[in-house]
C-alpha cells in the first residue's frame, strides 16, 4: 500500500497532508512553494530508516511527538519515517527489539537517521545506564559511527539537560561531545528543549529528507530556523518589558494583567527558542510557558536551564528600547523616533527626554504600590 | 537449579528495565528486575533553592 492509501485510511486527506506540510516549509522559513516539494518526498515510497536510541531519558521527548493535540500528527510521524528501533515503541522485548536493531543498521549502513534522546554517562565506565547489557555510551558510538546523520533531540542529548546538573553525578554528557570524543564524524543536529517542539524535530526530518542535506545550524548545532531567534525577541510579553511593566510577585496585579516575567526570572531574554512563534499542543494562542504567567527557565539554552536558579534575573543579551530602534525610513525627517531624528531635533529630545521620565515615573509609582501591597 | 532467562530490554514502557527468571520444570522459581539508567537526582536536588526542586523531580518521567 503507498503511502497516501496508508494516511488516508487514517483520516488524513490528501489536501491536509499538503497544508501540514506547507506549514513545515514556513516554520522552516522556506518559500510556500516547497509544500509541494516536501509532500512529494515525504510520500517517496523510500522512506529514511530511523533508529531511535534512548539513553538517560525521561521519555518526554517521545510522549511529545506521539502525545500532541492535533490527532494526526503521531500518525504522520510513524507514517513519514520507518521507525525501525524505539524501545518504548517496539513490539517485541529483549533479544527481539536487539536483533530489530542490529539487522536495520546492517541493511542502511550509512543511510539511517539515528535520533538520541538523553544524556549518555561516561562515568565510571558507563555503567549508569545499559541496554542489552551494553552500555549506551558503546552502542551510541556504534550505532553513531554508522548513521548518516545524528538527531540529538531534548535538552538531555543536546547539552545534558537534566542529568548534567551540577554536580552531574553520571558524567552525563551530550551526544554529539561523546562521538566527537571517539572522533567519529557523522553530522549532530541538536534540537534542545524540555521537551522540544515536535515541530522542530519533524521539520528537519522534513528538511533533511526534501533537500538531502542539514538545515544551517548555529555554533551549538541547532538548526536556526527554529532557535535563531531570543524567547525576548518574539515574545507577546515584549512591550511590557519595553515599556517597564513587571509582574513583580506570582499573582500580583501586574501578574494577574499579563505584563512581563522578567522580575520573576524569565530567561527570555537570554534563551534561544522558538516557542512564542510555533507554541504547543496545537490548542491556539498562549499556549507556551510564558504564555500560560510562568516564567521561560531556559531549557534549551546550555548554561541557562537547570544551571541558573529559577527566579534569579536574566542577565539579558541585547536591550534595546524603542528609542534606541533604527529608523524605520532612514533619512526622511519626523517619519520615525529613532536615535538620529531624536539627535537632530532638538524638541525631539525634549519630547522624548519627558516621555521617558514620565515613563520611569509610572513605573516607580506601580512599584511602590506593588511594595504596600506585599 | 534451572534455566535462567534474561529479557533486556523490556519493550513498550518508559524507562530501561531488565528482568531475570530463573525457570525450573516450566514454572518461574525466582525473578529480579532492575533499573538499567541512574541519573542521580537526589544528589543534584542538594543544596539548590527549593523552589528550583519541580524543575528536577518533575522530569523523573516524562510520560
Known amino acids: ?374 | 537449579m534451572g534455566k535462567r532467562i534474561t529479557i533486556d530490554p523490556i519493550t513498550r514502557i518508559e524507562g530501561h528495565l531488565r528482568i531475570d527468571c530463573e525457570i525450573e520444570g516450566g514454572k518461574v522459581t525466582n525473578a529480579w528486575s532492575s533499573g538499567q539508567m541512574w541519573r542521580g537526582i537526589e544528589n543534584i536536588l542538594k543544596g539548590r533553592d527549593p523552589r528550583d526542586a519541580w524543575i528536577f523531580t518533575q522530569r523523573f518521567c516524562g510520560v
Open chain 1, 1 to 374: 500500500m503507498d503511502f497516501m492509501s496508508v494516511i488516508e485510511k487514517q483520516g488524513v486527506s490528501r489536501r491536509d497532508f499538503v497544508k501540514f506540510c506547507t506549514g513545515v516549509a514556513v516554520t522552516l522559513g522556506l518559500p510556500v512553494s516547497m509544500g509541494e516539494r516536501i509532500a512529494e518526498a515525504a510520500s517517496s515510497p523510500k522512506r529514511p530508516p530511523v533508529l531511535w536510541l534512548s539513553a538517560q531519558e525521561c521519555t518526554g521527548c517521545t510522549e511529545t511527538l506521539l502525545r500532541t493535540n492535533h490527532p494526526t500528527l503521531e500518525k504522520l510521524i510513524l507514517e513519514l519515517i520507518s521507525l525501525d528501533y524505539h524501545e518504548t515503541l517496539n513490539a517485541g522485548s529483549g533479544h527481539q527489539a536487539e536483533e530489530a536493531r542490529l539487522k536495520s543498521m546492517k541493511e542502511n549502513e550509512g543511510k539511517y537517521i539515528l535520533v538520541v534522546d538523553g544524556s549518555i554517562p561516561v562515568k565510571d565506565g558507563g555503567i549508569y545506564c545499559k541496554i542489552g547489557g551494553q552500555t549506551v555510551q558503546s552502542i551510541l558510538e556504534d550505532m553513531g559511527s554508522k548513521a548518516a546523520a545524528v538527531i540529538a533531540i531534548g535538552s538531555c542529548a543536546s547539552w545534558g539537560g537534566v542529568p548534567s546538573a551540577d554536580p552531574n553525578p553520571t558524567g552525563a554528557t551530550p551526544a554529539h561531545e561523546v562521538l566527537k570524543n571517539k572522533g567519529i564524524k557523522t553530522p549532530v543536529i541538536n534540537i534542545p528543549g524540555c521537551p522540544p517542539n515536535p515541530y522542530n524535530f519533524l521539520s528537519t526530518v522534513l528538511y533533511f529528507l526534501t533537500l538531502k542535506k542539514l538545515p544551517e545550524l548555529d555554533d551549538q548545532g541547532r538548526p536556526k530556523f527554529a532557535y535563531g531567534r531570543l524567547i525576548h525577541e518574539n515574545c507577546e510579553r515584549r512591550p511590557h518589558f519595553d515599556a517597564g511593566r513587571f509582574a513583580n510577585q506570582f499573582g500580583d496585579e501586574g501578574h494577574r494583567k499579563g505584563y512581563c516575567l522578567y522580575k520573576l526570572g524569565c530567561k527570555g531574554p537570554e534563551t534561544h527558542a522558538n516557542c512564542p512563534v510555533i507554541l504547543f499542543n496545537d490548542i491556539g494562542a498562549g499556549a507556551w510557558p510564558v504564555g500560560t504567567g510562568h516564567p521561560c527557565f531556559g531549557c534549551t539554552e546550555k548554561g541557562v536551564g537547570f544551571t541558573l536558579p529559577l527566579h534569579s534575573p536574566a542577565r539579558p543579551k541585547y536591550i534595546t528600547p524603542p528609542a534606541l530602534f533604527d529608523e524605520v525610513l532612514p533619512g526622511k525627517e519626523g517619519a520615525s523616533s529613532g536615535i538620529k531624528s531624536l539627535a537632530t531635533g532638538v524638541a525631539g529630545v525634549a519630547i522624548g527626554a519627558a516621555g521617558a521620565a514620565m515613563l520611569t515615573g509610572l513605573g516607580k509609582k506601580d512599584d511602590e504600590k506593588q511594595d504596600k501591597e506585599e
